[in-house]
């Protein structure tokens, strides 16, 4: 049956002119993939280059609370539009769950996603940043699978434990044959992850500019993570 499914071929149609695809990838949730897709975004978009990101975090979408996205939704034009907030095409999970908790089990939200990245027109980007549901899971996978050009870029904490899921997740991911950009350890304080490629201190100036982008940009978040981008071939 799979070899008569239509999806592959359609998204890959849908990201033809899209150069790069980033996919903010962690092992679980609250760790920062969000403020860190969605800031990597915004200074994407700063620097002039055509930008879009995608929230497909069913469990907890939030890269709209973090730019102070309100009131938007998709244009249909044979497909979906995505509307443009602080010059990113922005599209997320949310607008078709009416911000409620989505109540989807493994096979469905791989469903949903995989129907959302084959209806949504991002036209001609350089970069489209995925904000990725938290693990390597079903849903994770798929979107790999779907969206071949995927780049990972990873986010950790400073512990042990997270460090030692980290290490199994890009063994998989290399075994996939999924590049890696890198790993940025975020709210470290000061100990590192091996390998890391950036570390960015906890910032208690982050949480008071949640929603206000200009605010956002000027957080040390925002700076760190700016300063990491050379290293992570950004
Ligand atoms: N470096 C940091 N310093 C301070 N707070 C941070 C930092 N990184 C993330 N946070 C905060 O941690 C919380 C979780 O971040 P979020 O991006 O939503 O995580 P995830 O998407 O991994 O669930 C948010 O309230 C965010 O503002
Ligand atoms: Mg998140």
Redesign the pocket.
Known sequence: MTDIDPRPSVIEERLRRVKRIIAVT?WK????????ASTLALLLAKRGCRTGLFDLDFA?A?DHLILGAKGLFPKEEKGLEPPVHEGVKFMSVVFFSENKAVPLRGANVSDAIIELLAITQWGELDYLVLDMPPGINDAALDVMRFARKAEVLA?TTPSVLAHDVLARSMELYRKLNVPVLGVIE??SDGASAPGAAAV????PG??AA?GRPAALLKTA?AKGLARALPALGL
Not at 29 to 36: E, L, R, Y
Not at 200 to 203: F, G, R, Y
Request: hydrophobic residues 35%.
């Open positions: 962690g949730g609250g760790i920062g993939k969000s403020v860190t907890g939030s986010v975020n709210m960015i201190k906890k910032d982050l949480e949640l978040f």
